[in-house]
Protein backbone atom coordinates (compact mmCIF):
# COMPACT_ATOMS: atom_id res chain seq x y z
CA UNK A 1 0.00 0.00 0.00
CA UNK A 2 1.44 3.59 -1.11
CA UNK A 3 -0.29 6.46 0.52
CA UNK A 4 0.24 9.44 -1.28
CA UNK A 5 0.02 13.30 -0.25
CA UNK A 6 0.02 16.32 -2.49
CA UNK A 7 0.98 20.33 -1.26
CA UNK A 8 1.92 23.34 -2.99
CA UNK A 9 -1.46 24.11 -4.63
CA UNK A 10 -2.89 27.57 -4.15
CA UNK A 11 -3.68 30.39 -6.31
CA UNK A 12 -1.67 32.54 -9.15
CA UNK A 13 -1.93 34.75 -11.37
CA UNK A 14 -1.13 34.19 -15.17
CA UNK A 15 1.86 33.66 -16.27
CA UNK A 16 3.32 32.39 -12.28
CA UNK A 17 4.83 29.93 -10.85
CA UNK A 18 4.22 26.84 -8.45
CA UNK A 19 6.14 23.82 -7.67
CA UNK A 20 3.77 20.54 -6.21
CA UNK A 21 5.28 18.22 -4.14
CA UNK A 22 4.15 15.08 -3.38
CA UNK A 23 5.11 12.48 -0.33
CA UNK A 24 4.74 9.03 -0.70
CA UNK A 25 4.80 7.07 2.28
CA UNK A 26 6.67 3.24 1.15
CA UNK A 27 9.90 1.92 1.33
CA UNK A 28 10.32 1.10 -1.93
CA UNK A 29 9.34 4.48 -3.56
CA UNK A 30 12.38 4.00 -5.94
CA UNK A 31 10.31 1.14 -7.85
CA UNK A 32 7.07 2.96 -8.57
CA UNK A 33 6.57 5.19 -11.32
CA UNK A 34 5.11 8.27 -10.84
CA UNK A 35 2.44 10.64 -12.65
CA UNK A 36 0.25 13.97 -12.04
CA UNK A 37 -3.17 13.98 -13.56
CA UNK A 38 -5.34 16.95 -13.01
CA UNK A 39 -9.32 16.98 -12.88
CA UNK A 40 -10.84 20.18 -13.47
CA UNK A 41 -14.76 21.24 -12.77
CA UNK A 42 -17.11 19.03 -14.87
CA UNK A 43 -13.89 17.40 -16.69
CA UNK A 44 -12.74 14.11 -16.92
CA UNK A 45 -9.35 13.53 -14.95
CA UNK A 46 -6.14 13.97 -17.65
CA UNK A 47 -2.78 13.18 -17.86
CA UNK A 48 0.03 15.88 -16.99
CA UNK A 49 3.38 14.50 -16.63
CA UNK A 50 5.17 11.41 -16.01
CA UNK A 51 8.23 9.93 -14.48
CA UNK A 52 9.54 6.12 -14.06
CA UNK A 53 11.83 4.73 -11.64
CA UNK A 54 14.74 5.14 -13.91
CA UNK A 55 13.75 9.10 -14.13
CA UNK A 56 12.56 9.03 -17.91
CA UNK A 57 10.13 11.66 -18.40
CA UNK A 58 6.89 12.25 -20.19
CA UNK A 59 4.86 15.12 -21.01
CA UNK A 60 0.93 16.38 -22.02
CA UNK A 61 0.91 18.40 -24.91
CA UNK A 62 -0.42 21.16 -23.40
CA UNK A 63 2.44 21.11 -20.32
CA UNK A 64 5.33 20.55 -22.56
CA UNK A 65 7.70 23.19 -22.16
CA UNK A 66 5.89 25.06 -18.98
CA UNK A 67 5.90 21.88 -16.40
CA UNK A 68 8.85 20.33 -15.67
CA UNK A 69 8.13 16.66 -13.35
CA UNK A 70 11.02 15.36 -11.04
CA UNK A 71 11.83 12.79 -8.19
CA UNK A 72 13.90 12.54 -5.03
CA UNK A 73 14.12 8.76 -3.88
CA UNK A 74 15.83 9.27 -0.81
CA UNK A 75 13.43 11.95 0.12
CA UNK A 76 10.39 9.74 -1.38
CA UNK A 77 9.00 12.44 -2.93
CA UNK A 78 7.88 13.94 -6.33
CA UNK A 79 7.79 17.55 -7.80
CA UNK A 80 5.50 19.25 -10.53
CA UNK A 81 7.44 22.83 -11.15
CA UNK A 82 4.59 24.71 -13.08
CA UNK A 83 5.95 27.67 -14.74
CA UNK A 84 4.46 30.59 -17.22
CA UNK A 85 0.65 29.32 -15.68
CA UNK A 86 -2.56 29.82 -17.53
CA UNK A 87 -6.18 30.07 -16.73
CA UNK A 88 -6.84 26.51 -18.65
CA UNK A 89 -4.10 25.28 -16.09
CA UNK A 90 -6.81 25.84 -13.26
CA UNK A 91 -7.80 21.99 -11.97
CA UNK A 92 -7.01 20.03 -9.10
CA UNK A 93 -3.67 18.18 -9.44
CA UNK A 94 -3.58 14.89 -8.21
CA UNK A 95 -0.08 12.61 -7.71
CA UNK A 96 0.00 8.73 -8.98
CA UNK A 97 1.96 5.96 -8.31
CA UNK A 98 2.26 3.00 -10.59
CA UNK A 99 4.39 -0.27 -9.83
CA UNK A 100 4.56 -1.84 -13.61
CA UNK A 101 5.56 -0.37 -16.41
CA UNK A 102 3.56 0.34 -19.34
CA UNK A 103 0.67 2.92 -20.00
CA UNK A 104 1.10 5.91 -18.00
CA UNK A 105 -1.29 8.28 -19.51
CA UNK A 106 -4.31 6.65 -18.64
CA UNK A 107 -5.79 7.41 -14.77
CA UNK A 108 -7.30 3.98 -14.55
CA UNK A 109 -3.64 2.64 -15.58
CA UNK A 110 -2.49 4.16 -12.06
CA UNK A 111 -2.45 1.91 -8.58
CA UNK A 112 -2.22 4.53 -5.99
CA UNK A 113 -3.72 8.01 -5.66
CA UNK A 114 -3.68 11.12 -3.25
CA UNK A 115 -6.08 13.25 -2.81
CA UNK A 116 -5.31 16.34 -4.88
CA UNK A 117 -4.70 19.86 -4.47
CA UNK A 118 -5.94 23.00 -5.78
CA UNK A 119 -4.21 24.82 -8.22
CA UNK A 120 -6.27 28.21 -9.52
CA UNK A 121 -4.70 30.46 -12.16
CA UNK A 122 -6.14 33.99 -12.39
CA UNK A 123 -6.22 35.67 -15.46
Known amino acids: QVQLVESGGGLVQAGGSLNLSCAAS????????MGWFRQAPEKEREFVAH???????YYAESVKGRFTISRDNDKNMVYLQMDMLKPEDTAVYFC?????????????????WGKGTLVTVSS
Open 26 to 33: TRSFSHYH
Open 96 to 112: AAKYYSGTYSRADAMDY
Open 51 to 57: ITRASST
